[in-house]
């Protein structure tokens, strides 16, 4: 008997627009089977949550293979993971659909070691739980429902970022277990969580221990990792994207070094100078004047010593 299966459009639900970071759906108990294709534009570029609940049933679709899932199950499915995810008739679920390397905007900084574990897991997860789980995990997917729907009313977006991060940390907690999942991830893992820790954290000038931290790891361990992997240390590294940044900014066109100073971070000019000569032999101006002369005469930029990270 062939199984009918509905457009997932016409459940009741509130879907991620192609601009929003985050999107929530309520899929209520229906007569026949619903499919979502991930691999649509619309889809492809959202990671999704389904909080799957007791007795319901579903299976995702990837590489020609099926996925059985029962509830209750929370389940992972990273941007790119699926071709399709099927909740069967009868089934109750939340599904939540967060966008790549933006849905974080709604955290705050306490997150994030969550945020960058969770972006960075390369597999599905489906996860067992208790019952109460998904009950709890599906009362926040239903709040940020009811805030997307209704964006005017006062505080949706603190009450949104409040649900989300309620939900990521709680299945964080489930992904990580009581073991630290950054100790035992490869090497080529951890510092590409760095490298990514460090392209949205460089203007802050945030210590190793921070980051560190950030990483869920010791300020040793980071160390030891950078300095066998990388050459470098990760104060090295720290300071080489600023001096890369800085560079940019000074070949970019003729905007005041005192603006590209602050801009950067740097409270204080002369500090940015002896910064930025400390690290390139010249002070910012001299190297601004430089790379405009090689230009002119068909040279190719001075090179920075900044090798590409795994």
């Not at 940390?169 to 009581?178: K, Q, V």
């Not at 890369?244 to 500090?271: C, H, P, S, W």
């Not at 790379?291 to 190719?300: D, E, L």
């Amino acid at each position: 008997m062939r199984r009918g299966v509905a457009d997932a459009n016409t459940a009741p639900a509130v879907a991620a627009s192609a601009a929003a970071p985050v999107g929530a759906e309520l899929i209520g108990s229906h007569y026949v089977a619903r499919r979502w294709m991930l691999t649509s534009k619309a889809a492809r570029t959202f990671i999704h949550l389904l909080c799957l609940h007791q007795g319901a049933a579903a299976e995702v679709g990837q590489g020609g293979r099926m996925m059985a899932l029962a509830g209750p199950a929370i389940i992972w499915l990273p941007a790119g993971s699926a071709e399709y995810l099927e909740v069967s008739a009868g089934a109750s679920a939340e599904l939540l659909q967060l966008r790549t390397g933006v849905w974080h905007r709604y955290l705050p900084p306490s997150a994030e070691p969550a945020y960058l574990a969770l972006e960075g897991a390369g597999g599905i997860m489906a996860l067992p739980v208790e019952p109460d789980l998904v009950t709890t995990m599906a009362r926040s997917i239903a709040a940020i429902a009811a805030e997307i729907a209704t964006p005017a009313r006062s505080g949706a977006a603190s009450i949104m970022s409040a649900e989300l991060t309620l939900c990521v940390l709680r299945f964080w907690r489930l992904f990580a277990g009581d073991s630290d999942r950054y100790e035992e991830g490869s090497s080529a893992e951890i510092l590409s969580r760095f490298r990514r820790l460090l392209e949205e954290r460089y203007q802050q000038h945030l210590r190793v221990g921070d980051y560190a931290k950030l990483l869920g790891m010791t300020p040793d361990r980071l160390h030891a990792l950078c300095s066998r992997e990388l050459k470098r240390s990760p104060s090295e590294l720290i300071q080489q994207r600023v001096v890369k940044e800085a560079a940019t900014r000074l070949e970019a066109g003729t905007v005041a070094v005192k603006q590209i100073a602050f801009a950067l971070g740097f409270k204080d000019t002369a500090y940015f100078s002896r910064f930025f000569r400390k690290h390139t032999g010249e002070a910012p101006g001299v190297w601004r004047r430089r790379v405009a002369a090689r230009a002119r005469a068909g040279q190719s930029r001075p090179a920075l010593n900044f090798a590409d990270w795994p």
